[in-house]
Nanobody, 125 residues
Framework: QVHLVESGGGLAQAGESLTLSCAASERTFNDYAVGWFRQAPGKEREFVSAITWSGDYRDYAASVKGRFTISRDSAKNIVYLRMKSLEPADAAVYYC??????????????????WGQGTLVTVST
């Protein structure tokens, strides 16, 4: 069983940057597509970004395109989400998720295989 652990959340001012990490100790993590989701208080969980197991395809929500960058380091079993130009609307709990099929990350998150516990991002004005 692959366990996902997010880190890197915290408090940032609007316009600043944060980088989130999703790590797994198991090498099989590299076989998974990995995505980031977020959920703000009182709102539904929403897709943010995803990357294939090979890293050759990346997808972004329209609200973060151009500001967020997803990447992965297979040697370290880590997927990163670099967030630039943060806005108050970006404040949420960010979750890492993994699945063998990237379509389950990008199209319908009901059947995603693995989830992390989340890391909180707060953005102040």
């Amino acid at each position: 069983q692959v366990h996902l652990v997010e880190s890197g959340g915290g408090l940032a001012q609007a316009g600043e940057s944060l980088t989130l990490s999703c790590a797994a100790s198991e090498r099989t993590f590299n076989d998974y597509a990995v995505g980031w989701f977020r959920q703000a208080p009182g709102k539904e969980r929403e897709f943010v970004s995803a990357i294939t197991w090979s890293g050759d395809y990346r997808d972004y929500a329209a609200s973060v395109k151009g500001r967020f960058t997803i990447s992965r380091d297979s040697a370290k079993n880590i997927v990163y989400l670099r967030m630039k130009s943060l806005e108050p609307a970006d404040a949420a709990v960010y979750y890492c998720a993994a699945d063998h099929a990237i379509v389950r990350l990008t199209e319908n998150d009901r059947f995603i295989e693995l989830w992390g516990q989340g890391t909180l991002v707060t953005v102040s004005t």
